[in-house]
């Protein structure tokens, strides 16, 4: 896998749990500052701007300045591939299940 393929893959954005909350902050608010998001976490600004640059570069992200700050708003299109890849799975379970019960009953 090529790094600028990594550094656009949604699926390495979102392994990470701090960038997961990151993204669930952002769901939750139309658009936060660094300095708002910080203090959800144990670590620095400069670590949490990080984990943005990750998820910018999947864009899962995206920023606009307004004077000297940086507002960061949730871009939720590229979790439609990870939506639509969990689909799958999720029918083949629910087929599996049915199939084990049917076993079970029989």
């Known amino acids: 896998m090529t790094q600028t393929y990594q550094e656009r893959d949604v699926y390495i954005a979102i392994a990470d749990p701090t960038r997961r909350k990151i993204i669930r902050l952002l769901a939750d608010s139309e658009e936060l500052p660094l300095y708002e998001l910080t203090p959800h976490f144990q670590m620095g600004r400069t670590a949490v701007s990080k984990h943005l640059t990750v998820l910018k570069d999947a864009d899962l992200v995206r920023n606009r300045k307004i004077g000297r700050e940086t507002r960061y708003r949730?871009?939720?299109?590229?979790?439609?591939?990870?939506?639509?890849?969990?689909?799958?799975?999720?029918?083949?379970?629910n087929e599996s299940a049915s199939k084990l019960k049917r076993i079970l009953e029989e």
């Open 74 to 93: 949730l871009n939720a299109v590229p979790l439609q591939e990870v939506k639509d890849w969990l689909s799958f799975y999720e029918q083949f379970w």
